[in-house]
């Protein structure tokens, strides 16, 4: 079995999951199709790498990314970082030979984004950008059946992804709120999952009519480098202007005729991680809430009339990727388990020469989407999506 080293930059929140995701993919997928071998792992400071190497099970530890690149042993370069570092780095590992799995959104433009496309696209390496959502079980099925045809011809989708942990003012301004940093807000943070779920379900974007709000002008500068997301710390003393998106709302064309909606904020309290998505076809209609991520909700038209109506599939055994999972329906998964599946797809790929879903392509695709919105919010007007040719 093929034994590939990862290099992981970055040791914070994304840097956990994603090493919980190496450890345990050859347990829940066996025989897995490669074994990731937790090499390296690079932090800001030599402390820091010591104290991630030690927790996440990684062999080293470096405060040096770069080293990482110049490592001929390092088969994978996995990017965890804030958005603003995610093009260089991915370039030098392009450059390098590398494989590559960088978190979203791939970058904080679509000029970064394509910088990052092209260094990749005419080579072997497999590249994946970390939208995890789409490989949870109830998405992946609601894919089969649209392929399937079993809801004819799609009409129209709504999707929402709601959050409420910087919706307190006095929640200290994490990186994620600044422009020069993030590239957005809640647009490129949140939305994305939900875009990139509209493009994998439905289809490409031809056009957006969108709305960004920013509703916490100013924030608590936050003490020390780490990210503080979803804490409170009290609100006195200076704070910094916040200058990305709170909430952003947009309406959609799509490519083949069906129309949509988006909705992204986290700043509506009560919803914790609420990621839905309603499509409606000719045929019937599919809805999923990420909140109750075991289920999938379905009407056919092909119903007898006295008992039409939503049933709920509870995903098992029996659905995309159950074979390595729990082997009772609704025994329940959670985040750690998408990120599992994540992993063992972008494995696959690299062992078996393949490519994998989504990659630097459909992640270049999703940055001219949040530009258009983000020329679309300022004209007040429809804006057409650019779409990118292979």
């Known amino acids: 079995m093929q034994h590939l080293n990862v290099g992981l930059i970055g040791g914070g929140f994304m840097g956990k999951a994603h090493s919980l995701a190496y450890a345990a993919m050859p347990m829940f997928f066996w025989p897995a199709p490669a074994l990731p071998v937790r090499k390296v792992i690079a932090e800001a400071n030599p402390e820091l790498a010591a104290e991630a190497a030690r927790r996440f099970g990684f ?73 995890n959502y789409r490989r ?54 949140i939305a994305t999952h939900v875009i990139d779920m509209a493009r994998y379900l439905v289809g490409e974007f031809s056009a957006v009519n969108s709305l960004l709000s920013t509703w916490i002008p100013e924030r608590p500068l936050q003490a020390g480098g780490a990210d503080a997301l979803g804490t409170v710390r009290g609100g006195e003393g200076p704070r910094g202007e916040v200058d990305v998106d709170d909430e952003v709302m947009t309406m959609i064309r799509f ?65 995309p990727y159950g074979e390595g999972l729990w082997p009772i329906p609704a025994l329940g998964i959670g985040y750690g388990e998408t990120k599992i599946i994540e992993a063992y797809d972008f494995f696959k790929a690299i062992a078996e020469g393949g490519s994998v879903s ?33």
């Open 59 to 131: 062999e080293n530890s470096t405060s040096d990314w770069r080293s990482i690149i110049d490592d001929p042993d390092i088969d994978v370069v996995d990017i965890a970082t804030p958005n603003h570092l995610h093009a260089e780095i991915a370039i030098a590992a392009a450059e390098a030979g590398k494989h590559i799995i960088c978190e979203k959104p791939l970058a904080r433009t679509g000029e970064e984004s394509k910088a990052m496309y092209d260094a990749v696209k005419n080579t072997d390496i497999v590249h994946m950008v970390a939208f």
């Open 136 to 189: 949870t079980p109830a998405v992946a099925l609601a894919k089969k059946y649209i392929e399937e045809g079993s809801i004819g011809r799609i009409l129209s989708f709504r999707g929402t992804y709601l959050q409420d942990w910087s919706a307190d003012p006095n929640s200290p301004l994490s990186w994620r709120f600044q422009k020069s940093i993030a590239g957005s807000g809640a647009l490129g943070d």
């Open 255 to 319: 490519a083949n005729g069906a129309v949509g909606s988006l909705e992204a904020t986290r700043n509506a309290y009560g919803r914790n991680n609420y990621i839905t998505f309603e499509i409606h076809g000719t045929e019937g209609s599919i809805v999923f809430n990420y909140e109750r991520r075991d289920e999938l909700q379905v009407c056919f038209a092909s119903d007898q009339g006295d008992r039409r109506g939503f049933r709920t599939v509870y995903t098992g055994p029996a659905h």
């Open 358 to 390: 989504p990659n630097f392509a459909d992640g270049y695709q999703t940055a001219l989407i949040d530009d258009a919105i983000v020329e679309s919010a300022a004209k007040e007007a429809w804006v057409e999506v650019p779409l990118i040719t292979a």
